[in-house]
């Protein structure tokens, strides 16, 4: 299971680690930069020539018979070196890659008497054998810009988990002025020049991943365990994002702690795997009720439907207000139908107890009826998913909805329908910070979901899942598992079908919450671009066999 770790979190358990004599700082220090030379080179195996007998020296030209791919010129590195322990991994880069034979010029930004131990010691060992150079805008311009015939590594290790506040404008304006090209969010073909963060790229919030001023990387190298910064993502008024990590390489520094209350994990295969095993009989693998809306707008309510199905549900039906029976019959063929009108129908159909998960929301219509059906459902007190406009139907009154959910309960908000329900963690949320750890989504759907009662999932890239007792984890469609394809019309209602499926086979409300939305992004990526929610449902049983394969 992989951990998000905050700052704190992190400090913690590099502190338990050297207080138990286990390791020390300084050891710590130099796993790290030299986890970031070995990331790097497993990054671009190319450069791992340069500066080597047979290859291009650095700060050479490479033969042009048989260059490296990809570069171009010259390989030089420039190292930019912070107040604090980052800057520390900074100079141990520096002074591994020019033992390699590279070419590397360092800046210090900050006074070198004020440096913490590990990374003052650091600088002695760097400037025993190599030049540090005070912080100086233009002179780092005029090295890059004025020399095109060589590419540059650049290695950002001014600010870690340690940035608390925006980033002095200076550097910021530098940075820009050096970016060749806007970076893409898979890090591939950085065209000559490549830029790497130690840690965080700069000016990023390792708490929230919300921007300080950040300076974007193609490549981010980070220690003992992701931080939930790197997984936070650009969406729902969130400044800053994931994106600026270019691609993410954790490295092993040798601790062996995790963090000891207020984990956030890593929603991985492995969790979902134990919980989508198949078998047994249609009778046991529930029943899911899903509610169409009126003609016109029952196509959400069957792709909730057909995904509930796909994921395993023994049987699905849609139940239809009268005006719609036609409209979805002709539409129907494994999933059942059955007539519902209003919230005197749903109760009547509730009373039968096979009928175990029920799906509200998916163009049920914002119409009165709406908030009495849902009312009637979440009176039943069977496991239900909430979405769309069972969520907005509320917004004038969220508390009236708050104190009928229960633990049964899953909501799957969009950024929007989040800001409806839960207007002041919202507005918390879009803030641009001024300090550091800035609030996150992480923070703001833990509080979500201890106001409602029940597991909240909160949609997005980086979707966030908590349960009111704070327990919460993250399912990413970023890094290699991007899928941006997935923002298409009608994917969060297969989503929501997926959980209300999952919930009618008798998993848990997190559970159910964290397979179908893992499973959801494994769908999109399945297809791949060109996907239309229809495609999601369809995809399952490659993925269900992959999962059960590998397994
Ligand atoms: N915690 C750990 O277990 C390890 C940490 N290591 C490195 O240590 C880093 C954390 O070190 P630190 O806690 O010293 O923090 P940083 O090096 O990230 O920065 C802290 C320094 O920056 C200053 N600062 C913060 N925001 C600023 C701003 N906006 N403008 C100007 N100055 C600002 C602070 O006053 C402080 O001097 C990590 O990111 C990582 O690179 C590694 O050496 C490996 C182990
Ligand atoms: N950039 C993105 N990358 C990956 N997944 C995304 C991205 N944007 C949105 N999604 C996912 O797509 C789905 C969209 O759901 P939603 O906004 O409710 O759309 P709709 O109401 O049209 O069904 C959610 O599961 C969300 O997490
Ligand atoms: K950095």
């Excluded at 030049?131 to 060589?150: H, K």
């Excluded at 029976?325 to 059942?336: C, G, S, V, Y």
């Excluded at 969520?391 to 909501?411: I, K, S, W, Y």
């Amino acid at each position: 299971m992989m951990e998000l770790l905050t700052a704190a979190q992190m400090r913690a358990i590099e502190h338990e680690a050297i207080e138990s004599g286990e390791v020390t700082g300084l050891d710590l220090m130099e796993r790290a930069g030299a986890g970031v030379v070995a990331a790097i080179f497993e990054e671009w195996p190319e450069l791992e020539r340069v500066g080597q007998e047979g290859g291009p020296e650095g700060g050479a030209a490479p033969d042009p018979a048989d260059p490296p791919r990809g570069i171009l010129g010259k390989m030089k590195v420039l190292v930019l070196c912070g107040p604090g322990n980052n800057g520390g991994d900074g100079f141990v880069v520096a002074r591994l890659l020019q033992a390699r034979g590279w070419q590397v010029d360092v800046f210090l930004y900050g006074n070198p008497i004020d440096l913490p131990p590990d990374a003052a010691e650091n600088y002695r060992r760097w400037a025993a054998v190599g030049e540090v150079r005070t912080w100086n805008d233009r002179e780092i311009r005029d090295l890059y810009e004025g020399d095109a015939t060589s590419r540059f590594l650049v290695v950002d290790a001014l600010f870690g988990t340690g940035l608390t506040r925006p980033m002095p404008d200076d550097t910021a304006e530098m940075w820009r002025g050096f970016m060749p090209s806007p970076i893409v969010s898979d890090g591939r073909d950085p065209g000559g020049d490549r830029f790497v963060a130690i840690d965080f790229p700069s000016g990023m919030c390792s708490d929230s991943g919300k921007d300080f001023g950040a300076l974007p990387a193609h490549l981010t190298v980070t220690f003992h365990a992701a931080k939930i910064g790197h997984y936070m993502s650009l969406d729902c008024g969130s400044y800053g994002g994931s994106d600026n990590c270019g691609r993410l390489r954790v490295v092993d520094i040798g601790m062996t702690k995790t963090a000891a209350k207020g984990r956030v994990t890593l929603v991985e295969a492995g969790g979902v795997l134990g919980q989508t095993k198949r078998g047994g009989h249609k009778y046991n693998h529930g029943h899911a009720l899903v509610l169409s809306g009126g003609h016109g707008k029952t196509g959400a309510a069957r792709l909730a439907a057909r995904g509930a199905l796909r994921i395993g549900a023994g049987l699905v039906t849609l139940g239809s207000p009268r005006s719609a029976m036609f409209e979805n019959a002709a539409q129907l063929t494994a999933i059942m139908l059955h007539q519902i009108d209003g919230a005197h129908g749903v109760s009547e159909l509730l009373e039968d107890k096979r009928l175990n998960a029920v799906c509200l929301g998916p163009g049920l219509g914002r119409g009165m009826d709406t908030q009495a059906v849902v009312i009637a459902a979440l009176k039943a007190q069977r496991a239900t998913v909430l979405d769309a406009d069972a969520l907005t139907r509320f917004e004038r009154n969220p508390q009236v909805l708050f104190d009928l959910l229960h633990e049964q309960c899953v909501l799957t908000p969009h950024g929007g329908e989040f800001a409806k329900l839960f207007p002041d963690l919202a507005a918390k949320l879009a803030q641009r910070p001024q300090t550091g750890p800035a609030y996150s989504k992480v923070d703001a759907t833990r509080e979500a979901a201890a106001r409602a009662g029940c597991v909240v999932l909160f949609k997005g890239a980086d979707t966030v899942i908590a349960d009111p007792t704070g327990r919460c984890s993250v399912n990413s469609a970023q890094y290699d598992r991007a899928a941006p394809w997935l923002a298409t019309a009608g994917a969060g209602d297969v989503l929501a079908g997926f959980i209300t499926g999952l919930l009618a086979r008798g998993m848990s409300p997190k559970a159910a919450a964290e397979a179908g939305a893992w499973l959801h992004v494994e769908c999109a990526r399945e297809f791949g671009p060109g996907l239309i929610s229809e495609d999601l449902p369809e995809q399952l049983p490659a993925v269900l066999r992959r999962l059960e394969r590998d397994g």
